[in-house]
């Protein structure tokens, strides 16, 4: 059934009948447990050092991402990189999913909405502020979509167990990096969000949709608090983006 709306956004189908299922045209070839990185060049060195192999691979008109197997003492993980913005992290859970996938621990970057949030923090979002399209697709309109409980409790605990400091609260996710306005970072502060990014929403939706536990590690980037922008160099954070690979991989161990 479809609700109405006068905006197509949230005009929400509460059906479970799409056209399309990836499970129609994946085999299952991945194992459970999964990490998703959006850092690319830190991937491949770690891919290199350890000698990973290919499982399968995520395909689309403009490249393929291929997913690793990274061996731990009791089992094999899947390591890959997700297709950009909030539709292609729907996509990637959703075709990982079909695959085999059932638990996601994913890490990535993020603007500092607050200036006191230094170059590299860990920051654990708790909730999303669905700030674009996506989302909507998997849950009736609402302002924000939390992280799933059981993945984020597992996510918490693992941190402090490792005596790692971290921040938590709500991320933005925004479908226009340059439309992060003064006056709008300013209501997304005041609402509590501490970072902005293109695809937690969307990550956190499919995740309720689904039941499928999935948690979310960023560390703090650019510094977009300010009267400027202030990238920090956070592209070139190359220890701090392969260390947060390793935590990820090393938390994923008892999700």
Known sequence: ??????????EFDTG???????ADFLAKTLPEKCVITFFRRELEELVRENQL?????LHSEVLDIPVYGYPLVSETIAVTMPFCTAPGAA???????????????VCGGAGALRGEL???EIVVPTAAVRDEGTSYHYLPPSR??????????CLLSGLERMGLPFTTGKTWTTDAIYRETPDLIRRRRQEGCVTVEMEAAAFFAVSKYYDIPLA??????????GEAWDARGWD??????ANLIQTAIDLIRDF
Do not use: W
């Open 1 to 10: 059934m479809v609700l109405d709306s006068e905006y197509p956004i949230c």
């Open 16 to 22: 479970r009948d799409p056209l399309i299922r990836p």
């Open 53 to 57: 192999p290919v499982l399968d691979r």
């Open 91 to 105: 996509s990637t859970i959703e075709e990982l999913h079909a695959m085999g996938c059932g638990r996601f621990l």
């Open 118 to 120: 230094s170059l590299g």
């Open 144 to 153: 924000e979509v939390e992280c799933h409980p059981e993945a984020l409790a």
């Open 216 to 225: 979310q590690l960023l560390y703090a980037g650019d510094d977009v608090s």
């Open 236 to 241: 070139r954070q190359k220890n701090v983006r």
